[in-house]
């Protein structure tokens, strides 16, 4: 793997309604990394995310992307920034009035500038890539959530971003619709694609992340590889954090 870092923050703090939600996080994601985000709800990890894609603006900090850092004053700058950068929602975010494949094509011609042939023949690649090119004309209404989410997953992939960002986005599925979407997840991963996860799907976190960041009360306060905080006898806040959610399901 190439350890050159894709993504780089420094000191990302949000408040919101006077309440402090993240305060000087720091992370780096380096070219064909997964990094897992877990801890409570609350914790700030969805805020973290559109704070990354400055869907919500930090109060305090630094982003760079490649390298470079972004002039979040610069509107050109963030345009071409939030193109790199991918973001998947817990819920979907697609357009009811258009279709799957107009979903996807919609940024391509608005933001890249693709002709309407072009853009159809990537969206259907896309669509392809994410099992649905036989549900290409079909709209929202008529897919199911696990299809809604590789839908979305498919036009993030379009524009060829450098890095995706994923906000817990099987949490509104059920286990057989969820499967779906982390079976993409993992074709993308084992492919090399650069993603930051929030999730609480902590067996695919162990399989697959390189590296999970807890978080608690707005801040990281524990990151490293899966085997070594989940570690058998290890005391760690991310153990300790894993075994209550394997109560929970288990006593469901």
């Known amino acids: 793997m190439n350890a050159r870092p894709v993504l780089r923050l420094e000191g990302i703090s949000k408040s919101l ?15 064909g990394e997964l990094k897992v985000l877990i801890g409570p709800s609350g914790a700030g990890k969805s ?5 990354i894609n400055c869907l919500i603006q930090p ?3 630094e982003i760079w992307l490649d390298g470079k850092l972004l002039d979040r004053t610069d509107d050109g700058a963030l345009c071409a920034f939030r193109a790199q950068v991918g973001m998947i929602f817990q819920d979907f975010n697609l357009f009811d009035h258009l279709t799957a494949a107009e979903n996807v094509t919609i940024a391509l011609r608005k933001v890249r500038g693709f002709s309407r042939a072009r853009a159809e023949e990537r969206a259907g690649e896309e669509l392809e890539r994410v099992g649905l090119a036989n549900r ?17 997953i498919a ?18 599925l059920d286990p057989e619709l969820a499967g779906e979407v982390l079976s993409v997840i993992q074709l993308l991963a084992r492919g090399g694609m650069t993603m930051i996860m929030a999730t609480h799907q902590m067996d695919f976190a ?12 707005g801040v990281i306060v524990e990151q490293g ?9 290890r005391a760690t806040r991310t153990r300790d954090f894993c075994a209550k959610l394997a109560d929970l399901r288990a006593n469901r």
């Open 17 to 31: 309604g006077g309440k402090r939600i993240l305060n000087a996080c720091s992370l780096t994601v380096c070219r």
């Open 47 to 51: 805020t973290l995310l559109q704070c």
């Open 59 to 61: 109060d305090e900090g």
């Open 136 to 152: 290409r004309h079909l709209y929202p209404a008529e897919l199911s959530g696990g299809q809604k989410q590789r839908v979305a």
């Open 155 to 172: 036009r993030a992939l379009a524009m060829d971003p450098r890095v995706i960002l994923l906000d817990e986005p099987t949490s509104a």
């Open 206 to 217: 162990r399989a697959l992340a390189h590296e999970i960041l807890f978080m608690e009360k």
């Open 225 to 233: 590889a899966p085997a070594a905080l989940l570690l058998e006898g």
